[in-house]
């Protein structure tokens, strides 16, 4: 019931910054926790970052420092800066969206389909 539509992820060189975006949608649902999470080739999917709708956050150690979460409430956007990019922060990017369904009080999740962040020179 909601959907979650991910931009911003491209090619950078070591050192740069890339902004990500993802954008949440759905019908009769409240928007809970809202995070990114990313996937290198062989690893398993980790957490890098998650923001409440009050607007607390928490950070993988990998990335404290170095990115910041923020979220449009009005919008149902969350976003991901990422600094000081290194090729390890290289992955598959994937939104992910904790929601409360109004009609029946079922929490659930959702998940964008992934936005690709090379980190190379």
């Known amino acids: 019931q909601v959907q979650l539509v991910e931009s911003g992820g491209g090619l950078v060189q070591p050192g740069g910054s890339l902004t990500l975006s993802c954008s949440a949608s759905?019908?009769?649902?409240?928007?809970?926790?809202m995070g990114w999470y990313r996937q290198a080739p062989g690893n398993q999917r980790e957490l890098v970052a998650t923001i409440t709708r009050d607007g607390t956050t928490t950070y993988a150690d990998s990335v404290k420092g170095r990115f910041t979460i923020s979220r449009d409430n009005a919008k149902n956007t969350v976003y991901l800066q990422m600094n000081s990019l290194k090729p390890e922060d290289a992955a598959v990017y994937y939104c992910n969206g904790r929601y409360r369904v109004l009609t029946t009080l079922r929490l659930d999740a959702a998940w964008g389909q992934g936005t690709q962040v090379t980190v190379s020179s």
């Open positions: 759905g019908r009769s649902v409240s928007i809970n926790d």
